[in-house]
């Protein structure tokens, strides 16, 4: 096919790269043809679709080598992404070779797939890409058609992981688990479940047992399960699904922060130790099961977690979750600023990012963001007040110390809180951003102004980093912009004496 990459073809590093980049944006041009335009709501002949995987894999030629994989599966509505990244880290810990599937991506595709904690390279995406896209291509019908979007991805990441040889993979379930494309694991190594709450109602259900159903559709016979606490009517389901399977379901409690021996986990909010506490069971029943108990380093006292779960716990890296990025650009502009007039008035800018998308995750990543800010607010007015009874010139320090803590978190006393917000059209605003909105005002945070944003703002393709999209388009489409700022300011007007507070919204 025209555009692929060819590792060996020239000798020249600057040919090599076009020819990559060329590549690239052919295989980004192929998955994006395979985007369905039915709405998501239609679920028409669901189960059978599903089906179509296993022809896939033949095609393919992945059934044996994917019945090989040793498979921590995991399913549910809030957290299960942070779940896997926590296991991963433990395991690469412990010292396997990791493999990693999670979605969505940021902003390229390559960050679904990891090896070794490590986003793989164009190259090695494209070469597993072009061989499985080559394949299908030649041999789907009409009755076996190309595969969807996600499909296609899943497919993809089944023949990264088969080829590196990995010891353990980690897979995400993408919506739902039953007919999920990740099920076409017939006999994963042990199985979680998340959180569960109400997301995806179209598909799922509009009930809790419903999409505790569907989720429970990854539980396989012989396969130990393991879940959270969960709302009595979800849990139920479970219960009833492993019963029915004579498997065993666990209960998974959060993890003790004690147990980290004064280190905390990577990933930011108190919800993460419910995640985390899933990701340990997960990882200690993949260990005994694989015939490697001997790293669990038995000890009497359950709450006791060996060297490397920790170490994994607090490595984790997993971005766009409760993540803090400082913008370096308006840092370098105020210091440049200073430098010349003497002040700065440029301000410093922060990123607050969190992919919360379910009326319980939204209040679990105010909270986050309530106590990140204020906790810098704090950490800086504890050490002026320290600096400031102390003699010996010592309240001199002070401005290094305050610049120390914008470094970090580029947090001040001056800041001004902005919402950056957008959600697909399947999901109800006004379940969402009141959940935001009233936990922040009850932690004493409030917004000075708010945008609602169009779905993609940098890039047109799929995954693409390679082509942007063109700004100031007048065929832009902002309806559903416009009703995310109404939402918004109704809540605002609701929000009895809190308009001084809570400006405006733009889009």
Known sequence: MEGKFNPGAGSDAGQNQSSL??????????????????????????????????????????????????????????????????????????????????????????????????????????????????????NCTKDVPMPNYFRLLTLVAFKIFTSEKVDVVILEVGLGGKYDATNAV????????????????????????????????????????????????????????????????????PLDATTLRGLKLSLAGDHQYINAGLAVALCRTWLSSTGHSDLLESVDDDRYIPKPFIKGLVTTNFPGRSQVIPDPYTRSYQQHSEGEAGNGDAGELCFYLDGAHSPESMEECAKWFSQAIKKEKQSISEA?????????????????????????????????????????????????????????????????????????????????????????????????QLTLQRTWENIIRGGKGKLSQHKGSHF
């Open 21 to 138: 980049s060329l590549s690239y944006e052919a295989a980004i041009d192929a998955i994006s043809s395979t985007i369905t335009r039915r709405k998501r709501v239609d679920s028409t002949n669901v189960a059978n679709e599903f089906l179509i995987m296993f022809e896939y894999l033949k095609i393919l030629e992945l059934e044996d080598s994917l019945s090989k994989l040793k498979v921590i599966h995991v399913a549910g509505t809030k957290g299960k992404g942070s779940t896997c990244a926590f296991s991963e880290s433990i395991l690469r810990a412990c010292g396997f070779r990791t493999g990693l599937f999670t979605s969505p991506h940021l902003i390229d595709l390559c960050e679904r797939y990891r090896i070794d904690g490590l986003e793989i390279s164009q190259e090695k995406f494209l070469a597993n890409f072009w061989w499985c896209w080559d394949r299908l291509k030649d």
């Open 186 to 253: 017939k006999s994963p190594i042990v199985c979680g479940i998340s959180s569960l709450g109400f997301d995806h109602m179209e598909i799922l259900g509009n009930t809790l047992s419903q999409i505790a159903g569907e989720k429970a559709g990854i539980f396989k016979p012989g396969v130990p399960a393991i879940t959270v606490p969960q709302p009595e009517e979800a849990m139920k389901v479970l219960q009833d699904t492993a019963s029915h399977l004579s498997i065993p379901l666990q209960l998974a409690s």
């Open 384 to 480: 002026r007040e320290v600096f400031n009874e102390t003699e010996n010139g010592y309240s001199s320090l002070l401005p290094d110390l305050e610049q120390q803590f914008h470094s970090k978190e580029n947090f001040s006393n001056n800041s001004k809180q902005i919402l950056i917000f957008n959600c697909m059209a399947e999901r109800d605003p006004r379940l969402l951003l009141p959940r935001l909105f009233h936990t922040c005002a009850l932690h004493g945070v409030h917004f000075n102004g708010a945008f609602f944003v169009p779905n993609q703002l940098s890039f047109n393709q799929v995954g693409s980093s390679l082509t942007p999209a063109a700004t100031g388009s007048p065929n832009v489409n902002l309806s559903w």
